[in-house]
């Protein structure tokens, strides 16, 4: 069992953080697996269905992160060069602004990949991504999802065989002050 941490004071939440004219930078590393063990009966054909609550894991959005190189393979996992216009809206709409304003993002990812390997196509895929609160914004460079009005993205495929994973960007909208 996991136990969440105990709330602690925002000075000392930042010293988990370092922050310089570049960014701001967890001092920290996770990484997470899941595996599980699963017998099928022999000669019978039958469903599988997933469904589950990924892990999450936080960063910062700054202005200077939607420019710089070394920034590059996480704005390309995200698609975020198409999307820069917005995110440079709600950073001007944070304090600090695009100079130094920071906005919170939830990064979600789903491996679909591992479905290749079966004896034939994943079969139908339906996913459906919720930003949560209206005020979010769900980015991601996965091809065929659609966005409704309500900000959900969409998309169903028949005889799935994936060539990516699914990586999901939720920017939070931030509270009004």
Same mark, same amino acid.
């Given at each position: ?49 997933? #469904?589950?609550?990924?892990?999450? !894991?936080?960063?910062?959005? &700054?202005?200077?992160? *939607?420019?710089?190189?070394?920034? /590059? ?64 914004? #769900?980015?991601?460079?996965?091809? !065929?999802?659609?966005?409704? &009005?309500?900000?959900? *993205?969409?998309?169903?495929?028949? /005889? ?18």
């Amino acid at each position: 069992m996991i136990k969440s941490p105990q709330p602690v004071e925002v000075d000392q939440a930042l010293a988990y953080y370092e922050r310089d004219y570049e960014g701001v930078y967890p001092q920290w590393t996770q990484h997470v697996s899941f595996t599980w063990t699963q017998v099928f009966p022999a000669g019978r054909l039958i469903l599988v269905e997933h #469904a589950y609550k990924p892990a999450v !894991g936080t960063r910062f959005i &700054s202005g200077y992160s *939607l420019i710089v190189d070394d920034q /590059a393979e996480f704005r390309a996992r995200y698609c975020l060069d198409d999307d820069r216009v917005a995110l440079e809206e709600r950073l001007a709409a944070v304090p600090g602004g695009v100079a130094e304003g920071l906005l919170v993002a939830d990064e979600v990812g789903y491996i679909l990949t591992t479905g290749n390997n079966w004896a034939g196509p994943m079969g139908r895929l339906s996913i459906t991504v919720d930003p949560g609160d209206a005020g979010n914004l #769900a980015l991601t460079c996965f091809e !065929g999802l659609t966005r409704s &009005s309500d900000g959900r *993205l969409h998309g169903t495929f028949e /005889a799935a065989n994936p060539k990516d994973d699914l990586w999901i960007l939720i920017v939070r909208r931030e509270p009004e002050s």
